[in-house]
């Protein structure tokens, strides 16, 4: 098998964080980048799970009109940005459309592209 035959390998990214806790391996950083930006369930499922995994530094680099879209409704308002994690619009004349996540520690580190 040639790696261009390679199977894409997909994870259950909530698995991956509790198996990390498992093995002892904490993450120390979590770095997200995204189009569109729901910040409840950012904050409420993906933020508390890289805590609870240890992780204190945690980034969410989104396009910034998406984000700005997303502050008009209440629902989808961030209320934990600026402390707790650090929310970095980007600007661009196209859309900012990678979906890239990295999990860093000192031990192991997981990237998802």
């Known amino acids: 098998m040639t790696e261009s035959d390679a199977p894409i390998v997909r994870f259950p990214l909530l698995d991956v964080l509790r198996d990390l806790g498992k093995s002892g391996a904490a993450i120390e950083a979590s ?19 890289f805590e609870r995994a240890g992780s204190r530094l945690n980034i969410v680099i989104v396009d910034a009109r998406q984000l700005a879209a997303s502050v008009d409704d209440l629902l989808r308002q961030p ?24 999990l860093l520690s000192a031990q192991t580190s997981v990237l998802s592209i």
């Open 79 to 102: 209320t934990r940005a600026g402390r707790d994690y650090l929310l970095a619009p980007v600007a661009n004349t196209a859309a900012f459309h990678p979906k890239i996540l990295a």
């Open 31 to 49: 770095v997200l980048t995204t189009y569109a930006f729901d910040a409840a369930f950012y904050e409420e499922v993906l933020l508390r799970a």
